[in-house]
């Protein structure tokens, strides 16, 4: 199978590094027709779109820079989903579990079908592209939520959360890399349409995560915890941010399975302390 990724960054390119038979193309898309020449070049059999704007150094930068934001995670996929459908070629779309915010009507969590309640440009630019793309024939979504790998990054949920001073301690779904990878990659074989939660089964809070750092990295670490409200009133962030749990009810129902979250975040850790490890045996 020959995959295209379009995205250079951390999550494409740990998808390329896993996989063979893809290639990558950081390629400017600021049209249909730049798409298409890019589908025309590399003749997948289906794409990947890791492309998208988060914010440097944090989604409040998209506050202040609306356009870019809306150019990059609502109207960057259409024309790739437009070219694709052209193509005839099957596109999964990266979407964001961040797009809920609070407590779902259903204790299980938010389903794939539920209605959004997006707060912030972020979550409102990636929302209008899942409404525009949700309805595609050959199109899939995957949403990831809080991602965390075992190999450190800016992004990852480890590295953010053993930075900061101050941390809520509030309960979220959770992808974990590893299995992130084998998912979409299973995703893409069976060209899957619809809306997927690619999230680890369960939740997790803050502490758990914080704890086991202390644990397995560094038993100096030290915080503070702080309430939800203090976030926006402290200035440590400009809006609140979405925490959630997410059902993977779609991912079920065409026989994909991910590993439980708690077991996946220890299993996860391990790894990432020992990464941590090479890096400082490195510098020595």
């Not at 199109?139 to 790998?149: E, L």
Request: glycine fraction near 6%.
């Amino acid at each position: 199978m020959k995959i295209l990724i379009i995205g250079n960054g951390f999550i494409g390119s740990r998808c390329a590094k896993s996989w063979p038979d893809a290639s990558v193309s950081d390629k400017i898309i600021e049209s249909v027709d730049d798409a298409l020449a890019i589908l025309e070049e590399h003749q997948p059999d289906a794409v990947l779109n890791a492309a998208g704007v988060i914010g440097r150094p944090n989604v409040d930068w998209c506050e202040d820079h609306q356009l870019e934001t809306i150019k990059g995670n609502t109207i960057l996929p259409i024309q790739i989903a437009e070219a694709c459908q052209k193509k005839g070629v099957y596109l999964l779309h990266i979407g964001s579990g961040c797009i809920y915010y609070g407590e779902s009507p259903d204790p299980k969590g938010w389903r794939e079908d539920d209605f959004a309640n997006p707060e912030v440009v972020y979550t409102k630019a990636k929302y209008a592209a899942d409404l525009a793309l949700m309805n595609l024939p050959n199109v899939g979504i995957a949403r990831i939520r809080m991602p965390m790998d075992s190999t450190p990054f800016p992004g990852n949920i480890i590295d953010k959360l053993a930075s900061y001073p101050k941390i809520i301690d509030v309960e979220n779904s959770l992808t974990v890399i590893d299995d992130m990878v084998r998912v979409f990659r299973q995703l893409l074989e069976k060209k899957a349409s619809g809306i997927f939660h690619v999230t680890n089964p369960g939740s997790i809070k803050h502490k758990e995560i914080v704890a086991l750092y202390e644990e397995l990295v560094d038993p100096s670490h030290r915080n503070e915890w702080i309430g939800e409200e203090e976030l926006v009133e402290n200035g440590l962030t400009k809006k609140k941010r979405s925490s959630n749990i997410l059902q993977s009810g779609n991912l079920e129902k065409i026989g994909i399975s991910m590993t439980p979250a708690q077991e996946a975040l220890r299993r996860t850790m391990e790894k990432y302390a020992k990464h941590k490890q090479e890096q400082v045996s490195s510098q020595e």
